[in-house]
């Protein structure tokens, strides 16, 4: 029986609003969603562990400790300048190689990418304990010797970069298990299958050839977030090679993202992974209401079906996924065929 990991500090971040087409409107990823999907935890049978606190040098390994700093002060900093309850930016660098400020306002710009990475005062607590889950999974799995295990992340991180907040991420969780993984593992692939372009995760391994990164996601010439995740993109430097992108058409669904998978699966098989970290987004659905692509919850399974096929270990970390009829059934259907439930059968589970 695979293993699942949460923190009820994961709860705690609410960030309440953020912008769309010029007006505020209700964020989406609200504490509720890890509430439904510890129902298809549940459904399964799966053990949920809390995670130990590994401390901050897991995450500093991927993220600078400026924003790291940035991200534990900006909100007693902005409220104490008379701010209101959530840091949002109004400015943003053309790039962020020059001076750094002393404003609030200015650190805001700097290290949130857009609107819809608000923070409150919980934020960083929450974010935290989201990395420690990622953190567990892959120290069960690296040390463990655990075959497969599940985060349950929330707030989700693949939007996240080395400096930047983006897209209801703050710190990059299948980044960080990814680099957990690394210590042990000399190839490990990211295989982020979110309805988004997982932007954060790219640009913090785009150099490496040690982590390939793949990620299959809406056409981002029509979709969040925009800037990044064509196809054209392969890497630079040593990571040349090393990056694939599988944009699909807004409304595809289960064959053509299956067909993506086929393609991704035998890149992962060609890199010769010995780690596999699946960011495991569910906003792909045909009820998210994001509303980007069509996948059913009978293409969750053939998804779970296919990625449990790999013979490496594997860590599942949650990415997006929204509040919507089928959420917990698309993770139930997803994990059930992965083989949560038959993967890492003991001796003393096993039958007599
Ligand atoms: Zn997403």
Not at 30 to 57: K, Q
Not at 87 to 110: C, E, L, S, T
Not at 222 to 233: K, L, Q, R
């Amino acid at each position: 029986m695979m293993r699942a990991y949460f923190s009820d500090d994961q709860l705690r971040h609410h960030g309440k609003t953020f912008i769309v087409a010029g007006e505020k409107k209700p964020i989406p990823e609200v504490p509720e969603r890890a509430e439904i999907l510890h129902t298809a935890i549940a459904r399964l049978g799966l053990e949920v562990c809390a995670p130990s606190d590994a401390g901050m040098a897991p995450i500093a390994a991927i993220h600078d400790n400026q924003y790291l700093d940035f991200l534990q002060t900006i909100y007693p900093e902005w409220i104490a300048a008379g701010g209101s309850e959530l840091v949002i930016p109004n400015i943003h660098p053309f790039d962020r190689n020059g001076p750094y400020p002393r404003h609030h306002a200015g650190k805001a710009g700097f290290h949130l990418g857009d609107t819809s990475c608000p923070i409150s005062e919980t934020t960083w607590q929450s974010a935290y304990a989201s990395a420690q889950t990622a953190i567990s999974a892959a120290r069960h799995v690296r040390d463990g010797g655990a075959q497969s295990a599940y985060a349950l992340c929330r707030p989700p991180g693949h939007h996240a970069s080395s400096n930047l907040a983006g897209g209801f991420c703050y710190l990059n969780n299948s980044a960080i298990a990814a680099q957990e993984l690394r210590e042990k593992y000399d190839r490990v692939a990211i295989l982020d299958v979110d309805l988004h372009h997982g932007n954060g995760t790219q640009h913090i391994f785009y150099e490496r050839s040690d982590i390939l990164t793949l990620s299959i996601h809406a056409d981002p010439m029509d979709f969040y977030p925009f800037f990044w995740g064509n196809a054209e993109e392969t890497g630079a430097k040593d990571g040349i090679g090393f990056n694939k992108n599988y944009p699909l058409a807004l409304g595809s669904g289960d064959d053509v993202f299956l067909a993506a998978l086929d393609r991704a699966m035998v890149a992962i098989d060609e890199f010769g992974a010995d780690a596999v970290v699946v960011a495991l987004g569910l906003d792909a659905s045909r009820d998210d209401p994001f509303g980007g692509l069509a996948v059913s919850p009978d293409g969750f399974s053939r998804i779970g079906e296919k990625i449990g096929t790999l013979t490496c270990p594997t860590v599942i970390v949650q990415e997006g996924g929204y509040v919507s009829v089928t959420l917990a059934e698309n993770l139930y259907q997803f994990l059930s065929a992965f083989g949560a439930t038959t993967k890492n059968i003991s001796i003393s589970e096993g039958p007599k």
